[in-house]
């Protein structure tokens, strides 16, 4: 079946560095997206989303880009901090129902 | 709002046993989802309801899985019998209505099969 997969499973970087997590979907029929951070012992939690008529949108640090050419999502944080060590998730959400890609790890180093 | 909350927050139990997790979604939610995540298999749909009602369980593993929504604000996970390899963690969603909309999700119930 159709699925949403991430590019990297991990990824290390300085603080204060930019992060750059991407994630490739599979359905083209996909009209939302979201990105969720999941602390270790805690529920996915909201970030950002973006609709498909969207290629871009910004919120307090984060960025999300849609590239619906070559089904793309990239999530990317500014002045990346040590409290956003986590693993990030995409989400394809539908009509239906809501799926999640495999998650890359994002460890930030002081 | 206290957000959606799950019971128990850890089930330790011998296979065979039967397990029920319990969820209440947030107060007005229209949806309500049930994920079961692993290290292997990552963040899995077993089941959603819209407006009480399941809309798709494909993702129920078997039939020893079954999920119930009696009402707006309270749902079931069971598992009977239970084996080791049900061992996860069980997260409960729920979303102010179907599709295109962010999901919030309770902490999530880890259960452990021995």
């Known amino acids: 079946g159709e699925s949403v997969g991430l590019h990297l499973p991990t990824l290390s970087v300085q603080e204060g560095d930019n992060s750059i997590i991407n994630c490739a979907y599979s359905?083209?029929?996909?009209?939302?997206f979201i990105w969720y951070k999941q602390e270790s012992g805690k529920g996915p939690q909201f970030i950002i989303d973006?609709?498909?008529?969207?290629d871009k949108r910004q919120g307090q640090r984060v960025t999300v880009l849609l590239n619906k050419t070559v089904k793309h999502l990239s999530l990317q944080i500014a002045a990346t901090q040590p409290g956003d060590s986590a693993v990030y998730f995409c989400?394809?959400?539908?009509?239906?129902?809501?799926?999640f890609g495999a998650g890359t790890r994002l460890t930030v180093k002081p | 709002d206290a957000g959606v909350i799950q019971s128990p927050r850890h089930e330790v139990t011998e296979m065979g046993q039967e397990v029920t997790l319990r969820c209440k979604p947030i107060?007005?939610?229209?949806?309500l989802f049930w994920y079961r995540q692993t290290m292997m298999r990552g963040l899995e749909l077993l089941i959603y309801f819209n407006n009480n009602v399941p809309i798709d369980d494909s993702g129920m593993p078997e039939d020893r899985f079954s999920a119930k929504m009696p009402n707006a604000s309270f749902s079931t996970l069971k598992i009977q019998p239970s084996e080791p390899r049900d061992s996860a963690v069980y997260f409960c969603?729920?979303?102010?209505?179907?599709?295109?909309?962010?999901?919030?999700f309770g902490q999530g119930t880890r259960l452990t099969v021995v």
């Open positions: 107060s007005g939610h229209n949806s």
């Open positions: 989400a394809e959400n539908s009509r239906r129902d809501m799926r």
């Open positions: 973006i609709r498909s008529n969207m």
């Open positions: 969603a729920s979303s102010p209505r179907q599709g295109n909309t962010e999901a919030f």
């Open positions: 359905n083209s029929a996909s009209d939302y």
